[in-house]
């Protein structure tokens, strides 16, 4: 069960995810959900769905000490990949707020919503999300991103655009 708004997009010799929200805490979410929903199996995808629900917050803060969406795309990843492989913590959705403040670099505080990893069936293991082809962007209003891959439909903006490959 793939999320709505990021779509599987051909790679060489990795896997990448093409994600569209209409803000850009909804694409650090649909991201990890797409990102998710690679790594499952159909059927545990809709496991995923049935299982007892856990809540929690994640904070993360961004790397690079700067307003870098990139990065944080990155690192968010990076995180909910790690609380997967050591807290089998499979993130269903999540609520992401971004705080910028001028002195200290942006932290990242979702309230997630989470199953125990051990129970989806996994078809497919990601190893790392790298930073080749990492595009991040927003979209003004009445402009479009076309899609080169015909399993990925266009955009119109305003949104959030981003472009995102994993190493398996």
């Known amino acids: 069960m ?38 499952a199996s159909p059927s545990g995808a809709q496991q995923a769905h049935e299982l007892q629900r856990h809540s929690s917050t994640w904070s993360i803060d961004s790397p690079s000490g700067a307003d870098d969406r990139d990065m944080l795309l990155v690192t968010w990843l990076d995180e909910v990949l790690y609380r ?40 497919l293991e990601i190893k790392a999300v790298t930073t080749h082809e990492l595009s991040v962007e927003y979209v003004k209003a009445g402009k479009a991103v076309a899609s080169p891959w015909p399993s990925v439909p266009s955009m119109n903006g305003p949104g959030w655009s981003a472009d ?5």
């Open 84 to 123: 997967l492989e050591i807290h089998q913590e499979w993130l269903i959705d999540a609520l992401v707020m971004v705080r910028v403040s001028s002195n200290e670099a942006p932290r990242l505080d979702a309230q997630v919503s989470w199953v125990h990893g051990d129970d989806i069936e996994r078809e």
């Open 164 to 168: 995102v490959l994993f190493d398996i």
């Open 2 to 39: 793939a999320a709505m708004s990021a779509w599987p997009r051909p790679s060489t010799a990795d896997v990448g995810l093409r994600v569209y929200a209409p803000t850009f805490e909804r694409l650090l979410t649909e991201a990890a959900i797409g990102m998710l929903d690679l790594i």
